[in-house]
């Protein structure tokens, strides 16, 4: 078995570990342990994959496996992967296991709750592992359909609503998606040889242009739609605020990336000439995304769903810097999409737990918390910093990194929206801002408030873990952005190559 | 001719046999033995589907009247599967006092119309096409009708005989126009001598809508949902699975064989009943309360998917028809089966019974979901590995917009399905179904369609074995 392959087969054994189970106490212990060793296991690819690019390896993907599956259709089981994919299933494994800790005291139906979500990140790690565009596919409707039950059943407010247009959204995405890979793999092959789903062959060849122009759009509103792309991104809000704590970290931190990247890595990839004829389109969408989303954000009362709207905000910055299709601009991309999933992921984790002690949302039924949780109050502090830019946390690398990218592009329009995109970030200040303001500092306006109880130490594990990664991405930012950086230049200049600027 | 070359017919020989055989039991076994003939008749007919899976001489007989191919004893074999979980299933409910008269009966006349689709898929000329289809209908009509003392089902019968006698007329209107234009009924003098004349294609649209009632293509699908509801279940899952199949495996066999030279035809008359089929069968299925109404239009909407492998004319379209086929039966039967569990359990069939059913039944629910994912193409299941492939096959020959029609359909199917899915795991019922646990048989029959649910999507050798044996224009 190879080492890719284990990233599913974990989560699977994990699954079948608590099925068998008949004590449900034991559940979270044997998901901890699973997810646990997922998270090692990252780090031994990380490291496995660092010593490799050392020694000079430097193909363009590895540790790739390829098992043929469907003869007739040339279908695979085919998995590899290169610096981006390897620093996206690091993002999964610590999300997940932080999830895992921030979910600990579930106690209705337990056992379902943590087989769903585990099979969820299944989905994820497949996903991200997959080179060949079936097997992708697959794995991200797998990813897709649990969220139904977890948000259905252990969600709150509106939770069948929520969770029904959730889960229609995004299929709705895949079914666009499923034509636009059609496309693909009926034009994989224009000499007439074999075709292919496999992304390292098609990235070979090039797809005719007319049928770029038609699939181009497909595929990346398939992809759009899980990446918040306006105006498919509705189900966002609703869907994160009603799902469970867990559901949102894994949502918002994991499945809004894979939106982002594989519009990046099967859309623009494969398809770089109808993607910069037609990248105008979609970078104003995405402009929207990122202000619209930024001023929903103030508008909004509930910490779920200023949440949920900054996370549009700051996923459609993702996409709006994949679309600039220059290699500073994407390196901020993939880094925004880390720092972004760690951020999201930390203040789902943070609100879950407020929302546990205060019973409430709404930040005006809050305030002066940092007197009673200081722990916690801090840590939102944290966050909050991290996510409005502060130098010295990941999302000021990230966004940085980005709006330098994006300034690069030699067209006027394009820099426009850039300056326009810019001015997120002081939008993001105000509601973060005015956030911390109301609820943590000021005197405490609830008496029942003053009996609160500091985090536990299962919610200290989750907090630290992500806080710390924050930390680290935002102090030494370069071991990562070479990790990327080195991955991505050979697709980068694979679409300078054919579009010069 | 001896009499070994009967033996290419061995699969409707076998048919007649048991069904001989079982009447033999009704009329010479003593009364206290007669409780084994459920018994007997699921081993028989267990039997009869393992042997289909032994080589066969292939070939035609009856101066090419009968014809046999590796791709039709592949259909015959798929319908026995079918039709063997469909027996199991229905020994519980046969145990009832109202049925211990009818047993023997019930088991004739459903091995009787087995038979009728297996001539009708071997046929090589009109008429015993003709024939293989009349016979594969008049004994589901007495069967739809054997509830007899509750009107629904005696109606259900009434609408059956009817709209198929309906249908017959106008398929026999386009044959006799096919035979006026072309003196001969032999599938292949028919295919050699087809033009693009306008007599011809007008029997050739009689013929079609014809067929389409059987599978219930819309606009010619008005009798399934009262159908489907009034008769028993076993029956209804019967309807919609085994006889559904069979008319799609005939109706492409006829489309790939006799008719490729108006192929721009039918792929038109497809593309339009293909829409029309998939929207309306999932509009109408989003209002079900009861689940066997339900699940009729979702089986309308099915066979609309199904069209898709039709269109392109091609081997890949042929082989994702039989192998969705196969999928459909397993996860059809699979839904039904555990509709059937809890409908002998409690009598009750609605929907809003199913609230909170995973609290008390679990595994039910489970296999209930699984079926429903599988049915919506959910992976990892085998249902998306069938639609996959009719969309890939349809994809192949450029039908994109009608791909895409089809991918927006089943989201709109996985809408409803999701609403069965939420009443089990997510509404509270405030008088759920008590826990229950159902008997051998049953259990034994989700079982297989568990697994068949599981395991024909991965195993791809599956697919492989199909796509070998199918065929294009």
Avoid at chain 1, 249 to 263: D, I, N, R, S
Avoid at chain 2, 141 to 152: E, W
Avoid at chain 2, 155 to 165: F, T
Avoid at chain 2, 375 to 388: E, H, S
Wanted: with cysteine; glycine share 8%.
């Amino acid at each position: 078995m190879d080492i890719l392959t284990l990233f599913v087969v974990i989560p699977v054994l994990t699954i079948t570990g608590i099925l068998f189970l008949k004590d449900t106490r034991h559940v979270r212990l044997v998901s901890a342990f699973g997810m646990g060793l997922q998270l090692l296991l990252a780090a031994v690819l990380v490291f496995l994959y660092l010593s490799a690019r050392h020694a000079g390896n430097t193909a363009e993907m590895l540790f790739i496996k390829d098992y043929l599956w469907f003869k007739s259709l040339n279908i695979h089981y085919a998995v590899g992967v290169d610096g981006i994919s390897v620093a996206m299933i690091a993002l999964t494994s610590l999300v997940l296991f932080a999830g895992i800790f921030a979910s600990w005291e579930i106690e209705y139906l337990r056992k379902e709750f943590f087989i769903s979500l585990i099979l969820l990140s299944s989905g994820v790690f497949g996903f991200f592992i997959s080179i060949d565009l079936f097997t992708m596919f697959l794995f991200y409707e797998l990813a897709v359909i649990p969220m139904y039950l977890l948000i259905g059943i252990w969600g709150t407010g509106p939770k069948e609503y929520s969770a029904m247009k959730l889960t229609l959204m995004l299929m709705g995405g895949s079914a666009l998606l499923l034509v636009g890979l059609l496309g693909i793999y009926f034009n994989s092959s224009p000499d007439g040889n074999l075709l292919t789903f496999n992304i390292l062959e098609i990235s070979k060849v090039v797809i005719p242009l007319p049928a770029q122009r038609l699939f181009f759009p497909l595929t990346f509103v398939g992809f759009g739609v899980l990446g918040a792309l306006f105006p498919f991104h509705t189900w966002s809000p609703d869907g994160h605020a009603s799902a469970p704590t867990a559901v949102s970290m894994l949502h918002a931190g994991v499945l809004m990336k894979l939106g982002g990247y594989g519009a990046f890595r099967v859309a623009i990839f494969l398809m770089p000439e109808a993607a910069s004829e037609l990248s105008w389109i979609f970078i104003i969408l995405t402009s929207i995304s990122v202000i619209y989303g930024a001023f929903g954000a103030i508008a909004q009362k509930d910490l779920k769903y200023i949440n949920a709207y900054s996370s549009v905000s700051h996923c459609g910055l993702v996409l709006f810097a994949v679309l600039m299709m220059n290699k500073t601009a994407m390196d901020g991309a993939i880094l925004q999409m880390i720092s972004h999933g760690l951020i999201t992921a930390l203040f789902f984790a943070l609100i879950g737990m407020l929302y546990g002690r205060t019973h409430t949302r709404m930040i005006n039924e809050m305030g002066g918390l940092m007197k009673v949780i200081p722990f916690l109050s801090v840590c939102y502090v944290i966050a909050g910093l991290a996510s409005l830019g502060l130098p010295g946390l990941s999302g000021f690398v990230a966004e940085m990194t980005i709006f330098v990218g994006a300034f690069q592009h030699p067209e006027l329009f394009y820099r426009i929206v850039t300056i326009l995109a810019v001015s997120s970030i002081v939008i993001t200040a105000v509601y973060i801002l005015r956030v911390v303001a109301i609820l943590l500092l000021g005197p405490t306006t609830n008496e029942h408030f003053d009996h609160l109880t500091d985090a536990k130490w299962f919610e200290k594990i989750s907090v630290v873990t992500l806080i710390g990664s924050v930390a680290a991405i935002g102090l030494a930012p370069f071991w990562l952005s070479t990790m990327i950086g080195t991955s991505l230049q050979p697709i980068v200049d694979r679409i300078i190559a054919l579009n010069p600027f | 001719m001896s009499l070994g070359t009967f033996l290419v017919m061995r699969h409707e020989l076998l048919l007649i046999a048991s069904a001989l055989l079982v009447l033999m039991a009704e009329i010479f076994w003593n009364p206290d033995k007669k409780r084994y003939i459920s018994l007997f008749s699921v081993i028989l007919f267990g039997v009869i589907t393992i042997v289909g899976f032994l080589p066969s001489p292939i070939g035609s007989l009856f101066g090419g009247m009968y014809e046999t191919s590796g791709t039709r004893l592949l259909m015959k074999n798929i319908l026995n599967i079918g039709a063997l979980l469909v027996f199991i299933q229905s020994v519980t409910w046969l145990k009832k006092e109202e049925n211990s008269e009818k047993i023997s009966e019930y088991f004739i006349l459903l091995i009787s119309t087995l038979a009728g689709m297996n001539f009708m898929i071997s046929a090589g000329h009109f008429l015993m096409f003709y024939i293989g289809i009349e016979l594969a209908t008049i004994p589901i009509a007495a069967l739809a009708a054997f509830d007899r003392y509750k009107n629904k089902s005696a109606e259900a019968g009434i609408k059956l005989i009817l709209s198929s006698a309906l249908s017959s007329g106008i398929l026999l209107y386009g044959l006799s126009l096919i035979y006026g234009t072309t003196g001969t009924f032999y599938f292949n003098e028919v295919a050699a001598l087809f033009g693009n004349n306008n007599l011809q294609i007008l029997g050739f649209i009689f013929f079609f809508a014809g067929m389409a009632f059987k599978i219930s293509i819309v606009p010619f699908h008005l009798w399934t949902a009262d159908v489907y509801e009034g008769s028993p279940v076993n029956i209804t899952s019967y309807l919609s699975v085994i006889s559904k199949g069979a008319a799609v495996f005939i109706l492409i066999i006829i489309l790939f064989t006799v008719f490729p030279v108006i192929i721009a035809t039918w792929q038109k008359t497809i593309y339009v009943t293909a829409i029309l089929t998939m929207t309306i069968g999932n509009l109408f299925a989003i209002r079900q309360q009861n689940l066997k109404r339900f699940l009729a239009f979702s089986s309308i909407s099915q066979a609309g998917y199904i069209l898709l492998g039709f269109i392109g004319g091609n081997q890949l379209g042929m082989a994702s028809v039989i192998y969705y086929i196969l999928v459909y039966i397993f996860s059809n039967l699979g839904a039904f089966g555990v509709v059937i569990a809890i409908s002998n359990a409690t009598g009750k069939e609605n929907m809003d019974d199913y609230n909170g059913l995973y609290h008390t039944n679990p595994k039910l629910s489970l296999i209930m979901t699984l079926a429903l994912f599988s049915l919506a193409g959910i992976p990892p299941v085998a249902g998306f590995f069938g639609k996959f492939f009719l969309f890939t096959a349809a994809a192949q020959k450029g039908y994109y917009l009608l791909v895409l029609i089809a991918v927006l359909n089943t989201i709109i199917s996985l809408y409803y399905y999701l609403l069965v899915v939420k009443a089990m795991f997510i509404n509270k019922g405030e008088t759920p179904i008590e826990k229950f646990r159902s008997d051998f048989p049953t259990r034994f029959a989700l079982g297989i369609c568990v697994a068949g649910i599981v395991v024909t999507g991965f195993a791809s050798i599956i697919f492989e074995v199909i796509k070998n044996l199918s065929f294009g224009v």
